[in-house]
């Protein structure tokens, strides 16, 4: 699989044009971890969420496989988003009325995975959450909550993993435990972007990419 960003533009205009991304481009191959790193306000989370699916750009293409994730309508878009992207966020972002298996298997829902069940079972022993499972994540740790939406992450087999800041709110335990999980998840062959301020999480990366004045450059 590969992941092929092509001349990316994105602006905004809330209080007069702003241009954010500027042509952005580059590639991603299997088995990538990318970290992308940058000032605040520099455009990684709005590139992020370009990548997953979630805002069109205004010019440029984002290609994963064969498939160009904005060219038909938004059922198609949703669609990929749904059975090939994962995504994993600083503020976990789970169903406070879900428990920690209902959490993690809400994307399965989406994306129709066979033997969700068994799958989210799984990946809630992988991560240490087998006596968490009834638990709503008012009731978690923050590492817990990050464990469980690491979990959420995987459980429709994507092949790309979009992570925002996901060792933000962590300790050095937990934060190895996902950084541990992002670099499995690599090495089987998934290709996973990170943004990330913390220069350990980089550490970990196979690539490092710089968004400054609405460029990427490695």
Aim: net charge negative; glycine share 10%; with cysteine.
């Amino acid at each position: 699989m590969k992941l092929s960003v092509q001349g990316i533009e994105k602006g905004y205009n809330s209080n007069g044009p702003l241009k954010v991304l500027k042509g952005v481009s580059f590639s991603a191959d299997a088995g990538d971890f990318i970290a992308l790193k940058g000032e605040s306000g520099s455009g990684k989370s709005t590139l992020l969420t370009i990548l997953g699916g979630m805002l069109k750009p205004d010019a440029g293409e984002v290609i994963l496989g064969e498939q160009s994730l904005y060219s038909k309508n938004q059922a198609f878009t949703n669609e990929i988003r749904a059975t090939k992207i994962g995504f994993l966020f600083q503020q976990f972002h789970l169903v406070p009325y879900l428990n920690v298996k209902e959490n993690v298997l809400a994307p399965s829902i989406v994306s129709g995975l066979a033997n969700a069940e068994e799958k989210a079972i799984e990946l809630i022993k992988k991560f240490g959450l087998e006596d968490r499972v009834e638990h709503k994540p008012a009731e978690l740790s923050t590492g817990e909550m990050q464990r469980c939406a690491m979990a959420r992450a995987l459980i429709s087999n994507p092949t790309i993993l979009l992570a925002d800041e996901p060792t933000g709110n962590l300790d050095d335990k937990n934060s190895d435990v996902i950084l541990g999980a992002l670099s499995d998840f690599a090495q089987s062959g998934g290709i996973v972007i990170m943004v990330t301020h913390d220069s350990r999480a980089a550490e970990k990366a196979s690539r490092i990419l710089k968004i400054s004045e609405g460029q990427v450059n490695e």
